[in-house]
């Protein structure tokens, strides 16, 4: 399937030195969601909110 295959290209991850890996399943329940947490080096208004099948692939 045609968007199955194009739907990440490497030039979108290409330029991205550096990655923040935050494990699954840890974090607080945030509105019915799970895990959410807050991200390393950002304000606390800005959350991770894991949304696992939201998009093929």
């Not at 550096?18 to 208004?45: M, T």
């Not at 909110?49 to 093929?56: F, G, I, K, V």
């Amino acid at each position: 399937m045609f968007v199955s295959r194009k739907r990440y290209r490497p030039q979108q991850w290409d330029t991205i030195a550096n990655w923040s890996v935050y494990p699954l399943g840890c974090g607080e329940r945030w509105f019915g969601f799970d895990a959410v947490r807050d991200l390393e080096g950002l304000p606390p208004e800005i959350l991770l909110l894991p949304l696992a099948r939201h998009t093929w692939g």
